[in-house]
């Protein structure tokens, strides 16, 4: 896999893991919710990939939702970096690129 191919992939899984982690967070209230974990796998070729979804086993009170604030958190800044360093890399790439070309002109 190429290095776009790699940071595209690292977007998808940063963006994948976002969406749960604010699915969370918005239902972090609701009785019985269990917090989700996005499961990630390192590709052979370079990248990353969603491999699946994962239910938080972390204990709850009765009633209650095992969401926890400053986990999510910390999850949400965690994948905020990783779609923010892949985006970088895309961004140099197309540098990269840009210059190759001037180049050859």
Known sequence: ?????????????SGAGLAVQANNVANQLSDGFKAKRVD???EASGGVRVSGVSQ?????GPGTSNVDLPTETM????FELMYRANLKVL???????????????
């Open 91 to 105: 961004s140099t790439a197309d540098e990269l690129a840009k210059t190759t070309l001037d180049m050859q002109v």
């Open 1 to 13: 896999m190429d290095v776009v191919g790699i940071a595209l992939s690292g977007l998808s899984a």
């Open 40 to 42: 990630l796998v390192a």
């Open 56 to 60: 938080d086993s972390t204990p709850a």
């Open 75 to 78: 999850q949400g800044m965690g």
